[in-house]
């Protein structure tokens, strides 16, 4: 199975800030990576797939980037909303696994 | 609007069985695979099984099968997770998700809690 490792486990950010967060691939998936963004007590939301492509009526703060096994979502501008965690997801075969999650709070 | 409800999480006894549903509209259901993925307390995500349009092509994580099966039903809109054998390890609340074909997940259900439990 592909494993997907995200780092860092916790992001500490101010809103305003501008922040990165990695998923590596324990083999190369191309580009075939989802992000998602989830709150507490909801199901998770969808930002972006193919590594760089917008889920529509996600905001342009939100950008990805990658190919091979090192992907990066990256937020500029944090707003109050963004503070959440969130999960890369492989789909390059059929296990479909998703990374541990990286969860951004407010330093 | 696309709309996905699930239902049929309860309290069960470890080797019990039960059967979630995810009822789906706003959408053509039958042009989509649909997807089960599982989130224990506190933990990440993790997929689960998912069908193809028909019915007829499935995958399962390697954790459930045997016990799990997905189905779906396109006269009824409907996708459904049999569980048998169900061990304390598959404490989690389930959510439905629609499947852009073997990959994303765009719309996800709010999840149905299933607690095994003695």
């Known amino acids: 199975d592909i494993q997907m490792t995200q780092s860092p486990s916790t992001l500490s950010a101010s809103v305003g800030d501008r922040v990165t967060m990695t998923c590596r691939a324990s083999?190369?998936?191309?580009?075939?990576l989802a992000w998602y963004q989830q709150k507490p007590g909801k199901a998770p939301n969808l930002l972006i797939f193919k590594a760089s492509t917008l889920e529509i009526g996600v905001p342009s703060r939100f950008s990805g980037s990658g190919s091979g096994t090192e992907f990066t979502l990256t937020i500029t501008s944090l707003q109050p909303d963004d503070f959440a965690t969130y999960y890369c997801q492989q789909y390059y075969n059929y296990s479909y696994t998703f990374g541990q999650g990286t969860k951004l709070e407010i330093k | 609007e696309v709309q996905l409800v699930e239902s049929g999480g309860a309290l069960v006894q470890p080797g019990g069985s039960l059967r979630l549903s995810c009822a789906a509209s706003?959408?053509?259901?039958?042009?989509?695979?649909m997807t089960w993925v599982r989130q224990a307390p506190g933990k990440g995500l993790e997929w689960v099984a998912n069908i193809n349009q028909d019915g007829d092509e499935k995958y399962s994580v390697d954790s459930v099968k045997g016990r799990f099966t997905i189905s779906r039903d396109n006269a009824k809109n409907s996708l459904y997770l049999q569980m048998n054998s169900l061990r304390v390890e598959d404490t989690a609340v389930y959510y439905c998700a629609r499947d852009a074909y073997k990959s994303w997940y765009d719309h996800w259900g709010q999840g149905t809690l299933v607690t095994v439990s003695s």
């Open positions: 706003g959408f053509s259901f039958s042009d989509y695979w």
């Open positions: 083999q190369s998936i191309t580009t075939w």
